[in-house]
């Protein structure tokens, strides 16, 4: 069953349930007041019957005078007199428009009262003066049970309908009205595969638990992506590095292979085999220890890192990678306050990040110098990354971030659109910002915003 | 550390005056400094306005995200050495009023860029306050600030042009 109709059917339910509790306690209670009232009202007309009726008329005169001015007369209203003869009543046509029960009822009691349909008896036992004992009876139509009764439950009943009507048209509206988020959420969902996993659920601006999951699964997402993203910026990174040390092995080699050559020759050879063999092994190296961070099979800690030293250890790493790569640091504005420095993360994302940022910057500005400034705030750090090379042009700058999206200038230089979009993520993951400033060949600045984190001294 | 200075410094809420600050800092280590950033802006002209008029919303209204951010940089960087770094408005363009500011504010030193020039176009009631300063009887030490990394930066106004460093030698001074 949708959860939509689940929730429709319930209210009514609910609804339902109460209304019919509701309105059949009003029914019950009004129509039992108007029984004991209107047996009341007939026990009284009863009394004064039996003294108009069973007295001198010069003794009652007072009370026929008050029946006649206050007691109108009722609809159907009818009265018996039945003598009562050593405790009986004798059966005649009279007695017979009773029904028994009420006559037993009276002569047991003294008092009665039953109903036929909307006729209602009321009798009582009356003595005379003179001594004789009389049943009176009177009986009418109790007009309210008749007619007010059966407004109330009509009108109970239409109004139970109506009711119905309402509460299905509202429970749908509040339920579309509840569901359509999730509805959303699932939608943007079902967008999502492993060949768009940068697309993210918008999150409603209402800080309720549905904008907390939405929130929860682009933190989710973020992790996936990240993780993804690594594995495939190794193999971009790899095969784009590991190349050119292997073609002078094999170049060399070749060369050295060709012909006969002497001692000498052939140590030379080795000699520059050796090299770039050696580089080849560094950069394996630098490359596997960036390839380890999001696929490690460990969970990913979030420790203190200290960001001047995570700089100079990416500085290490990438210059590993390519000794042609030039920096020039700049840590003028560095805190005097050492704390800081420091920021909640994952060094080795971090590192990851900075390095892809700090690759791109050397490989687009053809190995020029590359500047890196950091400075903190009393919340955030910067890290300032700043190259002369080839920018990026105005209108691509939105689409930066997009996975395999490389600008229209950077065809001489290889890349897969990788590194930048999983930088992002993750700084984005240290809640931090990422902000690419750029102008076609004239460089381009990266501004990192990381938060510190609350370390007490 | 010697007594703290009161040192003035025009700003129009761009991080170039702030890197003026920096210069200055960096210049006059051991130094505790009090330092006001003085933007020239005329008070508005209607009623309506005057009656609503305040300093604080203004400059609030004028600092830039960067500019903050710079500002940030800059406060916690110079943590030991910045005593107060607050901006302010003067709001007559006359050398009386000026120097009247200086007097009652104990103002020891003024500095002023000597090469680039306070954009006058942050507000459009502002001016600019240099050439009332260069009047006053204050000391007025003018820098001369210029990248030498790079030839030109085509972004201004940014967070990281704060970081690179530029050259600053007093050309003129006067007191």
Redesign the interface.
């Known amino acids: 069953m949708k959860i939509q109709n689940k929730i429709i059917y319930l209210v009514i339910i609910i609804f339902v349930l109460y209304t019919l509790l509701y309105s059949g306690f009003i029914y019950y209670s009004i129509s039992n007041y108007a029984f004991t009232d209107f047996y009341k009202r007939l026990e009284i007309r009863a009394a004064t019957t039996a003294k108009i009726k069973l007295e001198k008329p010069s003794d009652v005169s007072h009370i026929l005078e008050m029946e006649q001015e206050y007691l109108e007369k009722l609809p159907n209203q009818t009265e018996y007199i039945l003598p009562i003869i050593k405790g009986k009543i004798q059966e005649d046509s009279l007695s017979k428009l009773l029904p028994k029960s009420l006559i037993e009822e009276v002569l047991d009691n003294t008092y009665g009262s039953d109903s036929e349909g909307v006729i209602f008896y009321s009798g009582i036992t009356y003595q005379s003066q003179n001594g004789d004992e009389f049943m009176v009876v009177v009986s009418a139509e109790n007009y309210f049970y008749s007619h007010h009764i059966a407004y109330l439950r009509t009108l109970l009943l239409t109004s139970l309908a109506f009711g119905i009507l309402w509460i299905v048209f509202f429970s749908f509206v509040v339920s579309r009205t509840l569901i359509r988020p999730i509805k959303n959420i699932i939608n943007d969902v079902r967008k999502i595969s492993s060949e768009n996993l940068h697309l993210r659920l918008n999150v409603p601006k209402k800080n309720d638990s549905l904008s907390r999951l939405a929130l929860t699964f682009n933190d989710m997402l973020n992790r996936l992506e990240t993780s993804f993203e690594t594995q495939k910026n190794f193999i971009s990174n790899a095969s784009h590095e590991l190349n050119t040390p292997l073609t002078s092995i094999i170049g060399e080699a070749d060369f050295a292979l060709s012909k006969e050559r002497g001692a000498l020759a052939y140590k030379v050879a080795l000699g520059k085999i050796l090299e770039e063999a050696e580089k080849l092994d560094k950069k394996t190296k630098a490359l596997l220890f960036l390839a380890q961070t999001g696929f490690n099979g460990k969970a990913q800690k979030f420790d203190k890192i200290r960001i001047d030293q995570l700089i100079l250890d990416v500085q290490d790493t990438v210059q590993k990678i390519n000794s042609g790569f030039k920096f020039k640091l700049d840590f003028s504005l560095l805190p005097e306050n050492p704390e800081k420095l420091k920021v909640k993360g994952n060094e080795q994302l971090l590192h990851l990040a900075l390095s892809n940022i700090m690759v791109n910057a050397c490989k687009y500005s053809d190995n020029e110098v590359v500047h890196i400034a950091f400075g903190a705030t009393d919340k955030d750090a910067f890290i300032v990354i700043r190259d002369s090379g080839i920018g990026i042009p105005e209108n691509e700058l939105q689409y930066i971030y997009d996975p395999y999206f490389r600008a229209s200038n950077t065809g001489s230089h290889e890349g897969y659109g990788i590194g930048l979009p999983l930088s992002r993520n993750i700084i984005k993951m240290h809640d931090g910002t990422l902000q690419v400033n750029s102008k076609l060949n004239g460089g381009t600045t990266v501004l990192i915003n990381i938060p510190i984190g609350n370390y007490s001294l | 550390m010697e007594n703290t200075k009161r040192i003035l410094i025009p700003n129009d809420f761009s991080v170039k005056s702030l890197s003026l600050v920096?210069e200055v800092v960096?210049q006059m280590p051991n130094q505790s400094l009090e330092i006001i950033m003085l933007h020239g802006m005329f008070l508005p002209n209607s009623i309506s306005d005057l009656l609503f008029y305040s300093k604080g919303r203004m400059i609030r209204e004028m600092e830039s995200e960067e500019f903050l951010?710079a500002h940030?940089?800059?406060?916690?960087?110079?943590?030991?050495q910045i005593v107060s770094m607050v901006t302010d408005f003067i709001y007559f363009n006359d050398k009386k009023n000026m120097q009247k500011y200086l007097d009652s504010n104990r103002i020891d030193e003024v500095y002023i860029p000597s090469d680039i020039r306070m954009d006058p176009s942050v507000h459009r009631r502002s001016f600019d306050i240099i050439p009332y300063l260069q009047k006053c009887s204050v000391p007025v030490t003018a820098l001369k600030m210029k990248a030498d990394?790079?030839e030109e930066?085509?972004?201004t106004n940014?967070?990281?042009d704060?970081?690179?460093?530029t050259t600053t030698q007093p050309i003129i001074q006067k007191s």
């Open positions: 920096k960096e951010k940030a940089l800059i406060s916690s960087k110079f943590k030991s990394t790079q930066f085509h972004f940014q967070v990281s704060l970081f690179y460093k």
